[in-house]
């Protein structure tokens, strides 16, 4: 995940953002980790189990991971889920929230889900050079970039001629860019989600950006900036498209009861992206492919212990003289999770780096039944 948070991380000065934006083509070619954000991941417990959810997701996170899991909401009871987390020593901050509500005809369900990542406080160094080639610390400011994801779920649930159950689910979502008053975006597309259910297995596939999703890029840069623009050799943006290339993600889960009070849920995942090659364990043009593997010790569906793995990465090591010699790497990740009636509380420590040299990020999570107060009758005395 390094690799894919760092690009955002690093826009410390205006003229590294935009020029970043400038990458964005405006013809039919899709844009390499676009709207990458939107696979940091929800919910301390699937970021503990290393991003493997797509089968066994069963909450309201799933109209993150896979939107046909809302199906399986246990007793079809509204339910709040809340997460926070920082990255970098607080550089990047990410929240999710997520409402589900189970419709009156008791066979859909409808999930809200907002997330925002943002980097606060980033310099403008635009003016910090004067006409005359002074530098003037007093005219640096500081902006923010931002990006917002707006998903709309609904799920159904079905019975298999075998009797096994199948759930339908989709999302539509509405995302929102911008870095400061400078630059900002406005994307709309569609997920497609699958999952099918026996005793003790589950297999979920999920089709992000299945129409393909696209962002339209409009610029607000004034006289001055594009004078700066203009004398640093930098290109004036204009108005763009990105395009975000379908996303194919497909999973199995397996539980081992070895007790009635104590289970081990093992799920593995692959992530296949289709927007050219990138640095997976198969990586190829245009389609790669990232493997997931998350496990989950549950004891009387009360106390959790996880653990998962995932973004392998073939890299140099950093131990070799000679940059020749390259290791595998991956991001691992373990959690906990505590649960008393109502209320259920995640947390997830993971390593954004690699095993050498980590960058570690604390996730905490709220999830929330929220059950209608009964309605007291009175009956009178005989």
């Known amino acids: ?37 939107m696979n940091i991941g929800a919910g301390a417990r699937g970021m503990a189990m290393g991003d493997a959810q797509v089968a066994s997701v069963s909450d309201g996170t799933a109209g993150y991971w896979n939107p046909a899991g809302l199906a399986n909401m246990n007793g079809g009871l509204p339910q709040l889920n809340l997460m926070h987390a920082e990255y970098f020593a607080g550089i990047g901050k990410y929240d999710y929230g997520n409402l589900v509500l189970p419709l009156k005809d008791k066979k859909r369900t409808l999930g809200i889900t907002l997330l925002r990542f943002a980097v606060d406080d980033i310099p403008n160094t635009i003016f910090l050079v004067n006409p005359d080639g002074s530098v003037n610390y007093s005219n640096i400011t500081s902006f923010s970039s931002a990006d917002y994801a707006l998903l709309l779920s609904l799920a159904q649930a079905a019975k298999l001629p075998g009797g096994q159950q199948i ?74 498209i990105e395009l975000t290339a379908p996303q194919l993600i497909v999973g199995g889960s397996y539980s081992f009861k070895f007790s009635r009070k104590l289970s081990l849920l ?116 005989p």
């Open 167 to 240: 759930n339908f689910g989709g999302n539509a979502k509405i995302i929102y860019q911008t870095a400061g008053g400078f630059a900002h975006s406005w994307g709309f597309g569609f997920d497609a989600a699958t999952q099918i259910i026996g005793n003790n297995w589950k297999v979920g596939i999920v089709a992000r950006d299945v129409t393909t999703t696209f962002n339209a890029w409009s610029f607000s840069l004034d006289q001055a900036m594009q004078e700066v623009f203009y004398e640093t050799n930098n290109m004036i943006p204009g108005k763009t």
């Open 1 to 37: 995940m390094l690799k894919r948070l760092w690009g955002k991380i690093s826009h410390y000065s205006l003229l590294i953002v935009v020029g970043s934006f400038l990458c964005l083509s405006a013809s039919a070619q899709f844009t390499t980790y676009s709207n990458e954000f």
């Open 266 to 381: 093992v799920e593995a995942d692959m992530d296949v992206t289709f927007d050219g090659q990138r640095d997976e364990v198969i990586s190829s043009n245009p389609i790669s492919i990232d493997p997931r593997v998350g496990l989950e010790l549950n004891f009387k569906n009360v106390f959790f212990v996880r653990a998962g793995a995932d973004n392998f990465q073939k890299v140099l090591d950093d131990a070799d003289t000679t940059n020749t010699k390259q290791i595998w790497i991956f991001q691992p990740s373990v959690g906990v999770g505590f649960k008393v009636g109502d209320v259920q509380i995640d947390y997830a420590f993971t390593n954004l780096a690699n095993q050498s040299y980590p960058l570690y990020t604390n996730v905490f999570s709220l999830k929330l039944d929220i059950r209608r107060k009964e309605k007291k009758v009175f009956k009178p005395r």
